[in-house]
Antibody
Framework: EVQLVESGGGLVQPGGSLRLSCAAS????????MNWVRQAPGKGLEWVSY????????YYADSVKGRFTISRDNAKNSLYLQMNRLRAEDTAVYYC??????????WGQGTLVTVSS | DIQMTQSPSTLSASVGDRVTITCRAS??????LAWFQQKPGKAPKLLIY???SLESGVPSRFSGSGSVTEFTLTISSLQPDDFATYYC?????????FGGGTKVEIK
């Protein structure tokens, strides 16, 4: 069974940093592309970032480009999102998602990031 | 970027009703369209991919159709477990984009 478990969320001041992690199990992590998707409180879904199975190809949403960095460690079956220069509008639940045939087929339970002073 | 517009944003229906949700894209693309169901406090769940392919384990009362720029999700007979918010997603190109969501409420 595919399992994705996010961690690392919390309360941070504007301008601060957080590193999110996603621990994957139940599938061959190194063979799959991964994404981060976020959802602000009471709002819809917003794609954040993509990384290919090898880590060689990466994409970011314009709203986070230059501030967030996606990475993965296939030996540890883990996905990461380093978030710097955080803003109030980055407040959201952040989901990691396994990609299958292009779409986000399996999602973790999410981790809440709150940016507030 | 491909913009996805869902309608309606809210839908009131009764158990047993046939429900249709529409998603329109700002430009045409080839079949890379998915539908998700989300319940409060939970992660989205994939229902349909590639316009009309049913994800494993999803009841057959869910179906998808459409092409070019207009796509639909149909629930043939609404069940109590189906009251939730539904999102479409295009995955033809990055950035992945989602519709704004349709909340299906009890009438």
């Amino acid at each position: 069974e595919v399992q994705l478990v996010e961690s690392g969320g919390g309360l941070v001041q504007p301008g601060g940093s957080l590193r999110l992690s996603c621990a994957a199990s139940g599938f061959t992590f190194s063979s799959y592309e991964m994404n981060w998707v976020r959802q602000a409180p009471g709002k819809g879904l917003e794609w954040v970032s993509y990384i290919s199975s090898s880590g060689s190809t990466i994409y970011y949403a314009d709203s986070v480009k230059g501030r967030f960095t996606i990475s993965r460690d296939n030996a540890k079956n883990s996905l990461y999102l380093q978030m710097n220069r955080l803003r109030a509008e980055d407040t959201a639940v952040y989901y990691c998602a396994k990609t299958r045939t292009g779409t986000t087929s399996h999602w973790g339970q999410g981790t809440l990031v709150t940016v507030s002073s | 970027d491909i913009q996805m517009t869902q309608s309606p944003s809210t839908l009131s229906a009764s158990v047993g009703d046939r429900v249709t949700i529409t998603c329109r894209a700002s430009q045409s693309f080839n079949s890379w369209l998915a539908w998700f169901q989300q319940k409060p406090g939970k992660a989205p769940k994939l229902l349909i991919y590639k316009v009309s392919s049913l994800e494993s384990g999803v009841p057959s009362r869910f179906s998808g159709s459409g092409s070019v720029t207009e796509f639909t999700l149909t629930i043939s007979s609404l069940q109590p477990d189906d009251f939730a918010t539904y999102y479409c997603q295009q995955y033809n190109t990055y950035p992945l984009t989602f519709g704004g969501g349709t909340k299906v409420e009890i009438k």
